[in-house]
Structure formats: structure tokens, C-alpha cells
């Protein structure tokens, strides 16, 4: 899979990085806008924007925990900053872009007023099978199948993008990403190394909803034209 920041990735793939809690997962290829208001996340902007613009997305959600921050072990997703506006009152909108994964092996206390860890990058397990290659073909078509449905529930208004087909890794995230999908879900999703699994587990989730998906994108679409089609749906 393509990686956004090959240039700052030690040969070990052990680095310090900023930790930067959120309650939500950060997917590989997925961009995501923050904004940056706290002091200490200021400093850390800052920071991150002299040196080599990454820090780490952690899922932490603090109701009913003990613990003020991600547990050791955690995994996460590299954020690469892409853009930076600066508001008068020094805030700022940012926009960043997941890149490797991570497992949170330490903390580096006392050094900045944000978290501070050392993580151990890690990527899925090289598999070069056909049965591989079949699986993300299936899969993609079952994903253009629902953008299309999608597409045709919002009154295809404009033209429908055009999806590309990537690699399987970096397109079993990108699919990933396409969902309004639960924490619990895309956490078990950047936990795999198995692209194969990831893939299989979509494939699974997505051939359960394509067929509800475009019915009542059929539907939606006859009752737009009060009813009147060629098409003949059994209600």
C-alpha cells in the first residue's frame, strides 16, 4: 500500500510520534478535517508543522474508563497534515490524511503538554493469491453496485464519480471508509493484517445490504415519477 510518509519511517519501523486522542478511527486513505482549539493541540500543530507534519489518531472514548488516555497497545492510525488554516483567536481547521497504522507500545511522559508515544508501524501481511485478487474484484463490484444505488436514491443529480479500482489493501479501506460504519467495526478493520479478512468481512457486510439498498433506490425512484414506470416493483 502507497505510504504517505515513507520518508520519516525509520528502517525499524519503531518512531515518537504525537498522540492525539479522538473518539472516532482514522482509516488509511481517509481524509479527515479537525479543529484545533485546546492549548496543548495548538502547540502541538505547531510543532507537527516544523517537523515532519505527523502525528497518531487513537479511537479513545473516555465514558466509563479509568484511564485519561489510550492504553498501551492501542492501535491507531498515522495522520499526515495536509492543510492548515489559523484563525484570528488562534485556533485552527486542519486536514489530515491516515496513512500507516500503528500499535501504541509507550508512552514518552514530560516532554510536551500532549501525549507523546512510541509506536511500532505495522501493515498487512503480503499476500499475492488469485483467490485474493478474485475476492477484491467481487467485492468492488458489490461496492460500485451500492454507489450506484446511492447515487440513484439522491436523484442522480450530476454524474456519478468515477470509482477506482486500487490495490486490495489500500481498497479494503477505501470501502471501509465509505461507511458510516461503527468505531467497534473500523477498529477491528485496522487491527487486521490479513487484507484477505478485511475483504471477506466487507464482502459479507455489503452482500447483506446491496440488494435492500438498491430496491429502495427502485422505489424512491418510482415514487418521484408519482408512480409512473415501466418497471413493475412487488410491494
Do not use: C
Request: net charge negative; hydrophobic share 40%; glycine share 8%.
Amino acid at each position: 500500500m502507497a505510504n504517505e510518509i515513507d520518508d520519516i519511517q525509520p528502517e525499524s519501523g519503531i518512531m515518537t510520534l504525537p498522540i492525539f486522542p479522538l473518539p472516532l478511527v482514522l482509516l488509511p486513505g481517509e481524509l479527515l478535517p479537525l479543529h484545533i482549539f485546546e492549548d496543548r493541540y495548538r502547540k502541538m500543530l505547531t510543532d507537527i508543522e516544523a517537523g515532519d507534519k505527523a502525528f497518531g489518531i487513537i479511537l479513545f472514548e473516555a465514558e466509563g474508563e479509568f484511564a485519561d488516555r489510550p492504553l498501551t497497545g492501542s492501535t491507531g492510525t498515522v495522520a499526515v497534515l495536509r492543510e492548515s488554516e489559523t484563525l484570528a483567536d488562534g485556533r485552527s481547521n486542519i486536514l489530515t490524511l491516515g496513512s500507516s497504522r500503528f500499535r501504541l507500545l509507550d508512552y514518552i511522559d514530560g516532554i510536551e503538554p500532549y501525549h507523546v508515544g512510541e509506536v511500532e508501524l505495522f501493515d498487512d501481511e503480503a499476500d499475492d493469491s488469485p483467490e485474493l485478487t478474485k475476492l477484491a474484484d467481487e467485492t468492488f463490484e458489490l461496492f460500485k453496485r451500492i454507489a450506484k444505488a446511492a447515487f440513484k436514491m439522491g436523484g442522480s443529480r450530476g454524474s456519478l464519480p468515477e470509482l477506482e479500482r486500487t490495490d486490495p489493501e489500500a481498497l479494503s479501506f477505501l470501502i471501509t471508509a465509505g461507511f458510516n460504519f461503527e468505531n467497534e467495526l473500523k477498529m477491528r478493520m485496522i487491527e487486521m493484517t490479513s487484507t484477505f479478512d478485511r475483504l471477506k468481512k466487507l464482502e459479507d457486510v455489503l452482500t447483506q445490504a446491496v440488494g435492500q439498498i438498491e430496491e429502495s433506490a427502485d422505489i424512491q425512484t418510482v415514487a418521484r415519477t408519482n408512480g409512473h414506470s415501466k418497471k413493475k416493483l412487488d410491494l
